[in-house]
């Protein structure tokens, strides 16, 4: 799915967490790859969107996993990815992410919420 920002404050919040977003999210990948017995390698795609993919392999199982996809998921509250890739939804920021007093990223609360997500996906592979 991809994401419909509906306004321009929106839009710069959204600008504030996507580069720390994916820097959370890579890193705790790491730590989960460093603990799995899953191997993890990343891969480009061109369509419908380019980006990158985690494709995670044991034995003869995979599962590609998309790191925009992650990202998003950290960074709105609403953002649901098991609607089609080419459909736009509107997403709401998660802006418990942003401190209300410096208007910065709340790193804590952004790794929290990353950490936990790629636990999850880890959590979910087969054993």
Not at 96 to 113: F, M
Request: proline share 5%; hydrophobic share 35%.
């Amino acid at each position: 799915m991809k994401p419909k920002i509906t306004s321009t404050k929106a839009w710069q919040q959204a600008e504030l967490l996507m580069q720390p977003a994916l820097i959370r999210v890579l890193d705790n990948i790491r730590k989960q790859l460093d603990e799995s017995i899953w191997n993890g390698t990343y891969h480009e795609k061109q369509t419908p969107f380019p980006g990158y993919q985690l494709l995670l392999e044991h034995g003869d199982k995979q599962r590609y996993v998309d790191i925009w996809e992650l990202c998003y998921q950290v960074c709105f509250i609403n953002y649901n990815p098991t609607h089609s890739e080419m459909e736009s939804r509107e997403v709401e920021i998660d802006t418990s992410l942003i401190e209300e007093d410096t208007g910065d990223v709340d790193w804590n609360r952004l790794d929290a919420k990353a950490s936990e997500l790629i636990q999850a996906i880890f959590d979910s592979l087969p054993r």
